[in-house]
């Protein structure tokens, strides 16, 4: 069985516990927004064949369909930005980053797959941190020389601490 021959540094560690907590959160907010696009997807297909939404949302009751379909694709629409925000960094680190975030829904699955890029902007070598999900599996990884890395938490520390 190979082992690894180097160690990862303290610094380095904490970087990446700070991520790997960052993206479970993240994982979790995005879900619960799918799972609210879902819904609304089921709901406005309901309305289209005509079915009455007034069991599953009494407070539907009596309104004309033009209103509820413009209040479910108006919640639909902020489950969506949601989804998409949930991957951001706070304010304060964000600033240290340049991020890129691409998801997609493979055919056959329904839960969607992120591959986010975290670059980071102020570091005299490259350092990028990248986040990957597939089904419930996330996995997060460091890139850069140990120098970048090392940087990047300086930076990051500091930015959590002037908040």
């Not at 904490?14 to 819904?39: G, M, R, T, V």
């Not at 960094?89 to 980053?97: C, G, P």
């Not at 992120?114 to 490259?126: H, L, V, W």
């Not at 020389?145 to 500091?158: G, K, N, T």
């Amino acid at each position: 069985m190979p082992r690894v021959t180097t160690g990862i540094s303290t610094t380095q560690h904490e970087l990446k516990n700070f991520f790997d907590n960052h993206a479970s959160i993240a994982f979790d907010h995005c879900w619960d927004a799918h799972c609210k696009i879902n819904f609304y997807t089921k709901l406005l297909a309901d309305i289209k064949k005509g079915l009455v939404l007034s069991q599953e949302l009494p407070e539907t009751k009596g309104l004309p369909i033009s209103v509820i379909r413009t209040v479910i694709q108006k919640q639909q629409k902020q489950a969506v930005a949601a989804a998409e925000s949930a991957w951001e960094l706070a304010d304060n680190i964000a600033r240290e980053f340049r991020t890129t975030i691409r998801s997609a829904i493979p055919a056959g699955e329904t839960i969607p797959q992120y591959d986010i890029e975290y670059k980071a902007r102020n570091t005299r070598e490259p350092a990028k941190i990248l986040i990957n999900t597939w089904r419930r599996n996330i996995k997060v990884e460091l890139s850069g020389a140990d120098s970048a890395l090392d940087e990047l938490h300086r930076l990051i520390m500091l930015s959590v601490l002037k908040s």
